[in-house]
């Protein structure tokens, strides 16, 4: 569930090869925060902020965006981030993920893609993405961890070639099939 990789080819692997649905949760709150809603105000303004949106309303746009695909398999992007996501995700959808799949990428990498992906994103500054690594560490590791111990983690050294990143995520996801 967790990807830090924004590579469409990685990105293939998964859904064509694989058969999954791509839901980012990313994308979804970028989604509401152009309905204008308060709900969706409040979401640009954490999402400015480097914060990690409130688990309630992650959690139902992705149960939406799952119902909505008729699919029973997803890779979901950018969720959980945090302790109180991954367990409003097992408390609202009732289950557990099968495995989670982490692009180990060096922060000073990370920092250079992110400033350099020309998307025009609020959140695509080095202030910010500053703030991000640090509630990453802060956060998300401790996400990491317990899938790790759950023996449910996959990790790919995101860092190197892409065609390199493709093969060792291909081969992860061979179990999927």
Request: proline share 3%; hydrophobic share 40%.
């Amino acid at each position: 569930m967790i990807s830090e990789n924004r590579t469409p080819r990685a990105r293939l692997t998964q859904v064509t090869d694989f058969g999954f649905i791509h839901l980012s949760a990313g994308d979804l709150l970028r989604a509401h925060m152009k309905s204008g809603s308060p709900e969706g105000n409040m979401v640009a303004e954490l999402i400015a902020q480097g914060q990690i949106v409130p688990s309630r309303v992650t959690v139902s746009l992705l149960l939406a965006a799952m119902a909505a695909s008729g699919s029973r398999k997803f890779l979901i992007d950018g969720f959980p981030r945090n302790a109180e996501n991954r367990d409003a995700w097992e408390t609202v959808a009732g289950f557990d993920c099968a495995a989670v799949l982490f692009f180990d990428v060096p922060q000073d990498v990370m920092t250079q893609r992110l400033l350099g992906r020309n998307q025009g994103r609020t959140d695509d500054n080095l202030a910010t993405t500053q703030k991000r690594f640090a509630v990453f560490e802060k956060d998300t590791r401790g996400v990491l961890d317990h899938y790790q111990a759950k023996g449910k983690l996959i990790t790919v050294d995101g860092s190197r070639d892409v065609d390199l990143v493709y093969a060792d995520t291909s081969a992860a996801f061979q179990r999927f099939k």
